[in-house]
T-cell receptor
Framework: ETGVTQTPRHLVMGMTNKKSLKCEQHLGHNAMYWYKQSAKKPLELMFVYSLEERVENNSVPSRFSPECPNSSHLFLHLHTLQPEDSALYLC???????????FGQGTRLTVV | AQSVTQLDSQVPVFEEAPVELRCNYSSSVSVYLFWYVQYPNQGLQLLLKYLSGSTLVKGINGFEAEFNKSQTSFHLRKPSVHISDTAEYFCAVSDSNYQLIWGAGTKLIIKP
């Protein structure tokens, strides 16, 4: 149990579907992150939230839309994805930006 | 921009043998350094971190790493590996801009 929970663990969606990934942390952390992990590539930071405000958006396509309704929850809304978006999506949280991140188990996304 | 290089994409080693996973980073400023481990179908878990102080850092599961500022390296070592150490290991660097820069990962393959 890492304190960061992601649902669902696996998701298969068509290119015209709309779905959402959910992340929840019960660690009292102030920062939350979305990462994309593709095979044979370094981890890609997608979004960073600090105290519910987005502070980083690393040129992510608009078909990915994050939402942070409170400090414990983070969502990633997906629509009209492409097959190359298939990857493991990892959520993480940290107390602040200088401390280590705690990761969820990830959502394995397959776009067909 | 900072970068992190993990020189080996995979390292095969016999069980109970020692192992070293290499990590080099490019930075002329103070950094925080991390090693994370990812077991199959899991998220990332912190192994150890260097923030300041002693350059030899001990982590979980018998791993340790040494920060070498002159060589800008942070190599991970374990004196005797077990089958359960089979995983992918990621080196990461964080600077005053807070963003974690990740290496591409090294797969540790334990041979019986």
């Amino acid at each position: 149990e890492t304190g960061v929970t992601q649902t669902p663990r696996h998701l298969v969606m068509g290119m015209t579907n709309k779905k959402s990934l959910k992340c929840e942390q019960h660690l009292g952390h102030n920062a939350m992150y979305w990462y994309k992990q593709s095979a044979k590539k370094p981890l890609e930071l997608m979004f960073v939230y600090s105290l519910e405000e987005r502070v980083e958006n690393n040129s992510v396509p608009s078909r990915f839309s994050p939402e942070c309704p409170n400090s414990s929850h983070l969502f990633l809304h997906l629509h009209t994805l492409q097959p190359e978006d298939s990857a493991l999506y990892l959520c993480a949280s940290s107390q602040d930006f200088s401390t280590e991140a705690f990761f969820g188990q990830g959502t394995r996304l397959t776009v067909v | 921009a900072q970068s992190v290089t993990q020189l080996d994409s995979q390292v095969p080693v016999f069980e109970e043998a020692p192992v070293e996973l290499r990590c080099n980073y490019s930075s002329s400023v103070s950094v925080y350094l991390f090693w994370y481990v990812q077991y199959p179908n899991q998220g990332l878990q912190l192994l150890l971190k260097y923030l300041s102080g002693s350059t030899l850092v001990k982590g979980i599961n018998g791993f340790e790493a040494e920060f070498n500022k002159s060589q800008t390296s942070f190599h991970l070592r374990k004196p005797s590996v077990h089958i359960s150490d089979t995983a992918e290991y990621f080196c990461a660097v964080s600077d005053s801009n807070y963003q974690l820069i990740w290496g591409a990962g090294t797969k540790l393959i334990i041979k019986p």
